[in-house]
T-cell receptor
Framework: DQQVKQNSPSLSVQEGRISILNCDYT??????FLWYKKYPAEGPTFLIS?????DKNEDGRFTVFLNKSAKHLSLHIVPSQPGDSAVYFC???????????????FGAGTILRVKS | DTGVSQDPRHKITKRGQNVTFRCDPI?????LYWYRQTLGQGPEFLTY????????KSRLLSDRFSAERPKGSFSTLEIQRTEQGDSAMYLC??????????????FGPGTRLTVL
């Protein structure tokens, strides 16, 4: 069962505009959410995270929003740059005290293309 | 470079052969994880170590798979009697976890396994 879903396989955005990547989850026990960026032939690179007790976290051009009632999070990139073109993965983890705590459950990823 | 390193980066083997991969985590990190990623999917959790103790194993980790972290530093993942279905990217990650706080996991570049 896919507990973390990224329903958009790809997204194309013009340079300078906002990129919004979406992620839905089904398990209400997740307490920590992360976004990773992946270039071809490289491992995922950590971008930004958010705890379930917050609804927003910002780091430079990247902002993550969490809507717990909707079990939805999104990553906003403003302004988008050509170098942002990559695969973006949403991931979630359970509290450490739970079985499989701290393992990451990933979505299938969204390919972002930023056109110059 | 003090990131997570993995060796080899690529491995091509024939069905039925054994293969072993190595991961060197970030030196001060106490947790080490193995994930597997197939085309079009996000990484899937296989197992993780807290120092030298292997604490969790996914159902994905069949009896042909074994992982070790003998001195709490580097780790090896061995696959015996490889099958074509084992072809994937094998990713290693590490994190520094204390108490109940969740932490980001930092990934290596991965080992791409092709079983012919």
């Amino acid at each position: 069962d896919q507990q973390v879903k990224q329903n958009s396989p790809s997204l194309s955005v013009q340079e300078g505009r906002i990129s919004i990547l979406n992620c839905d989850y089904t398990n209400s026990m997740f307490d920590y959410f992360l976004w990773y960026k992946k270039y071809p032939a490289e491992g995922p690179t950590f971008l930004i995270s958010i705890s379930s007790i917050k609804d927003k976290n910002e780091d430079g051009r990247f902002t993550v929003f969490l809507n717990k009632s909707a079990k939805h999070l999104s990553l906003h990139i403003v302004p988008s740059q050509p170098g942002d073109s990559a695969v973006y993965f949403c991931a979630a983890s359970f509290p450490n005290y739970m079985e499989y705590g701290n393992k990451l459950v990933f979505g299938a990823g969204t390919i972002l293309r930023v056109k110059s | 470079d003090t990131g997570v390193s993995q060796d080899p980066r690529h491995k091509i083997t024939k069905r039925g052969q054994n293969v072993t991969f190595r991961c060197d985590p970030i030196s001060e990190h106490n947790r080490l994880y193995w994930y597997r990623q197939t085309l079009g999917q996000g990484p899937e959790f296989l197992t993780y170590f807290q120092n030298e103790a292997q604490l969790e194993k996914s159902r994905l980790l069949s009896d042909r798979f074994s992982a070790e972290r003998p001195k709490g530093s580097f780790s090896t993942l061995e696959i015996q009697r490889t099958e074509q279905g084992d072809s994937a990217m094998y990713l290693c990650a590490s994190s520094l976890v204390s108490g109940l706080a969740s932490n980001e996991q930092f990934f290596g570049p991965g080992t791409r396994l092709t079983v012919l």
